[in-house]
């Protein structure tokens, strides 16, 4: 696609329901970041992936947070027993290349979750 | 996780004036320290990047002024005008690896 996609962009569900949050990144682009923004504050990094390999998830918050990229493509970052904690904005991003160092990241809108 | 520090949280500014948004780090081994802007409603986007090996970046009315020395660095939006009005992010990373962002400024600038 144009742009780095995902969906849902609002999610409101129950504490202790499990949520998955999907990202389609711009095609071609090797690499895909979750992060998680609170309202006024900057992302925050979750995790990331090259191709389907996950690199780094160092900054998922706790076992309940998990994320695949099963044919290196398409992104689904997984929530397992939600607490009102996890309420944020999630935001995917995706870079072309990363080999010349400037790691130029293409932010999709975000999925807005909301746990009551 | 926070290595990169932002300030001012806010910002007001007349239109025509400049506005100076500035970072701090603290990890030595960044060697790639990008500005991104959010309009309410949307993803960050890339606005302008600089690496140490410069002290300065021009790209029209926006500049990066970078200090290695004293691990800080600094947007300069000048003849500021309202459409500039959005949500400033200093970030870092190392080696083309996953990059650490800051707080954010809002900045407004006013007719």
């Known amino acids: 696609g144009a742009g780095v996609s995902q969906s849902p962009r609002y999610k409101v569900t129950k504490r202790g329901q499990d949520v998955a949050l999907r990202c389609d990144p711009i095609?071609?682009?090797?690499?895909l970041y979750w992060y998680r923004q609170a309202l006024g504050q900057g992302p925050e990094f979750l995790t990331y992936f090259n191709y389907e390999a996950q690199q780094d998830k160092s900054g998922l918050p706790n076992d309940r947070f998990s994320a695949e990229r099963p044919e290196g493509s398409i992104s689904t970052l997984t929530i397992q027993r939600t607490e009102q904690r996890d309420s944020a904005m999630y935001r995917c991003?995706?870079?072309?290349?990363?080999?010349?160092?400037?790691?130029?990241?293409?932010f999709g809108a975000g999925s807005r979750l909301t746990v009551l | 996780q926070q290595q990169v520090k932002q300030s001012p949280q806010s910002l007001i500014v007349q239109k025509g004036g400049i506005s100076i948004i500035n970072c701090a780090y603290e990890n030595t081994a960044f060697d790639y320290f990008p500005w991104y802007q959010q309009f309410p409603g949307k993803g960050p986007a890339l606005l302008i990047a600089?690496?140490?090996?410069?002290s300065e970046k021009k790209e029209g009315r926006f500049t990066i002024s970078f200090n290695k020395s004293a691990k800080q660095f600094s947007l300069h939006i000048m003849d500021s005008q309202p459409g500039d009005s959005a949500t400033y992010f200093c970030?870092?990373?190392?080696?083309?690896?996953?990059?650490?962002f800051g707080t954010g400024t809002r900045l407004q600038v006013f007719p």
């Open positions: 970030a870092a990373s190392r080696k083309s690896d996953k990059l650490i």
């Open positions: 600089i690496r140490p090996d410069v």
């Open positions: 095609s071609g682009h090797v690499s």
């Open positions: 991003a995706s870079s072309q290349d990363r080999t010349s160092g400037a790691n130029v990241l293409t």
